[in-house]
């Protein structure tokens, strides 16, 4: 297939993928009744309006409160966008105020809203507040994907035809300097740099667990605004956007983040477009303008209910002034922004962020795409669409962009184009190779299965064990022990009671041999991870009905492997759930959950599993194999509690 109908092709799969989402948002929300949807919690009615008021950026900000102390879970999180709906007789639906939430605590929303008006009928009561179809992201993804189709004889087209096409990257652009590095860089990731640095189109940092793949990022990013002045920083989700704008601004650097502040962390906040207007010397004078548009509106619209000539002249004349102060508004926000765009050296946001309206024309010479392992393809054409030159970075070896239709995953779309463009041009991707978390136990399955054996363990992590008495990997088979999965009739999710004993048992020993004191004092940290929600839930059941694990609780994280992404932990323990005469292992067929949660270990690793079923696969073959030949492996039936 050539670019063209690649294009067309993931242009189909994304659509397939917006059906299924909206579909998933049709029967969760759209075909239930205001009963149903406020028992599902995607509605919270009845609320009612606490206070309004302008927050940062002059942004109109609500405080709601839901007046029945519903205690069940609901899905309203910060940054999902939402409606404000009024259920009195009457009120016209198109009327419905929509926004986005800041933050939820107990019964108690608060949203920026989208304008700069409320209608009267929100001081009316009778409130009720949706979760809405996220629509912007399709539709600037379908844009994109178009934009790249259609491109030609330019550095747009270039990069489709390198990344999808048959196209040589070009090697080396010819305005190199010599570079210096800092001295904290290890070897491969000055050699990742230097790729970045020389690469005149694509280039790709695959960065496995724990090799400072931020770290080298930061400093590459670093070192090409000395170059360019400008750079754009990308990554899929907004919490990876805020853990680099924070460190690039530790770097001294001028960060600008665009985006919703109700989607920023509180730390990211002074950095969005808002705060920094805000903060512009130009600032006082904005808002004077718009204070006295705001006066000049409020009085005009007080003739509302007069009908005389006079009034009805008066209100045209100063509803007129009114548009006149706006202008000038608009126009002097326009010069504040672009005099912060120009002046700014990192210009970050998501990839759907990206295409926000003030970025409009705006081309950069690098863009950076980071957790590019999770970005789907045509949100990543997105920053392409700005830039010269595009720098991903992240292991699509971990955990893969999530997505609702399985036709559309099964299709293609979860293939990233970090992924395509690695396996077409490896020439043009750097691994980083040592690695400061795990014992160099932990990390060998992990290296040999994914990594071509290539990670090495820094000499500062790799003997950290947890205490004398504790080898750093153990993996206890409960296969004869007569386990059985079971699988909960309703979400269809699945569970297995004795290796979730099992678990509980294992942990409260190991704390036992460690000691409560010592473990406390350490502070030691561990993740308990196994790959079913309802296997989660019950662990936490038990975890919660224990008298050992009670004092250091706290410590003790017990999730799905996705909640963990990116996170470490002194101590893992894997729970792997799946036991059955027909040697079904499910969705732990994705191998790269397995090495997404063995990762995530520093000190020690421990897996519980049923070999007769997991043996099936050869993945969890050649882990069986492994542990066997390092001793790391033991029956349950030696165990002793
Ligand atoms: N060259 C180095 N020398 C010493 N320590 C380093 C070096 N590079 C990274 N580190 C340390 O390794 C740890 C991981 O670094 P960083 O957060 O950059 O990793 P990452 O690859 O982004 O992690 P993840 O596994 O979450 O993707 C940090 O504690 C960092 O200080």
């Known amino acids: 297939m050539n670019s063209q109908h690649q294009l067309a092709h993931t242009f189909e799969l994304i659509k397939l993928e917006r059906q299924a989402d909206l579909e998933y948002y049709r029967q969760k929300v759209l075909l239930r009744s205001l009963q149903q949807r406020t028992q ?3 509605t919270w009615y009845p609320v009612k309006l606490k206070r309004d008021y302008i927050g940062t950026g002059e942004r109109l900000i609500i405080e709601i409160e839901r007046t029945n102390h519903l205690e069940k879970p609901h899905a309203f999180q910060s940054g999902k966008s939402v409606t404000v709906f009024s259920n009195a007789a009457g009120k016209p639906q198109k009327e419905n105020v929509h926004g986005v939430v800041n933050y939820v605590r107990d019964n108690t929303m608060v949203i920026t809203v989208n304008g700069d008006e409320l209608p009267e009928w929100i001081y009316d009561g009778m409130l009720g507040i949706d979760v809405m179809f996220d629509e912007m992201s399709y539709r600037e993804m379908e844009f994109a994907l178009k934009e790249v189709m259609k491109a030609e004889d330019n550095r747009v087209a270039a990069i489709r035809e390198i990344l999808l096409g048959t196209a040589e990257s070009e090697v080396r652009r010819d305005d190199v300097p010599a570079l210096t ?5 290890n070897e491969s990731q000055q050699r990742a740099i230097t790729k970045i640095i020389e690469t005149a189109d694509v280039a790709f940092v695959h960065g496995p667990p724990g090799t400072g793949k931020t770290t080298t990022l930061v400093q590459a990013i670093a070192m090409t605004i ?12 907004n919490a990876a956007v805020d853990l680099l704008a924070d460190k690039l601004s530790e770097q001294g650097l001028n960060v600008l983040r665009i985006g919703h502040p109700a989607r920023v962390t509180e730390q990211s906040l002074s950095k969005t477009l808002d705060a920094r207007i805000a903060q512009h010397q130009n600032y006082g004078e904005l808002r004077e303008l718009r204070k006295r548009m705001e006066q000049v509106r409020s009085t005009a619209l007080k003739f509302k209910r007069s009908f005389g000539y006079h009034e009805r002249e008066q209100r045209k004349q100063m509803l007129q002034e009114a548009k006149l102060l706006k202008n000038d508004a608009d126009m002097l926000e326009f010069y504040i922004i672009n005099d912060l765009l120009q002046n700014c050296e990192a210009i970050c946001c998501t990839l759907v962020g990206s295409s926000h309206p003030t970025l409009r024309g705006k081309k950069f010479k690098t863009a950076f795409i980071d957790e590019a392992g999770q970005a789907l393809e045509p949100a990543s054409w997105i920053p392409i669409l700005r830039a010269e030159r595009v720098i991903f970075a992240g292991d699509h070896l971990q955990l893969p962009p999530t997505i609702k239709s399985n036709e559309a995953a099964k299709s293609g779309l979860a293939e990233t184009l970090f992924e395509k463009g690695i396996r077409k041009h490896p020439e043009r991707a750097a691994m980083l190779q040592v690695q400061y978390r795990m014992h ?5 399955f992990s290296s040999e299965h994914f990594y071509k054996d290539e990670l090495i363990a820094h000499d500062s992590v790799k003997r950290r064990i947890l205490a004398a008495n504790q080898v750093p990997v153990e993996f206890i088979d409960t296969a004869g022990a007569g386990y059985a999965e079971e699988q909960d009739p309703e979400t269809l999710s699945r569970f297995n009671k004795e290796e979730a004993d099992l678990v509980i048992r294992k942990v ?6 460690i000691g409560i004191e010592e473990w406390h004092q350490q502070g030691f940290t561990m993740g308990i991870i196994t790959p079913y929600r309802a296997q989660v839930d019950y662990i936490v059941k038990l975890a919660d009905a224990s008298a050992i694990l009670e004092p250091i609780r706290s410590l003790i994280s017990i999730n799905t492997v996705d909640a963990f992404q990116g996170q470490e932990r002194d101590v893992i323990v894997i729970g792997f759930v799946r036991s059955n005469d027909k040697g079904e292992v499910g969705f732990l067929g994705d191998i790269r959950r397995t090495n997404v949660a063995m990762t995530r270990a520093k000190k020690k690793l421990i897996m519980i599993g049923d070999s007769a079923t997991l043996g099936s696969h050869p993945f969890y073959l050649a882990l069986l194999d492994f542990v066997q030949a390092k001793e790391f492996y033991r029956s349950v039936f030696e165990e002793t509690f």
Request: glycine share 4%; hydrophobic share 35%; aromatic share 4%.
């Open 440 to 444: 160099e136990d932990i990390m060998q």
């Open 181 to 185: 590095f800092s001295s904290i860089l």
């Open 226 to 237: 000395k170059q360019e002045k400008q750079v754009l920083v990308t990554a899929p989700s």
């Open 40 to 42: 599902d919690g995607t």
């Open 508 to 513: 409260e020993k190991l704390i036992q041999e």
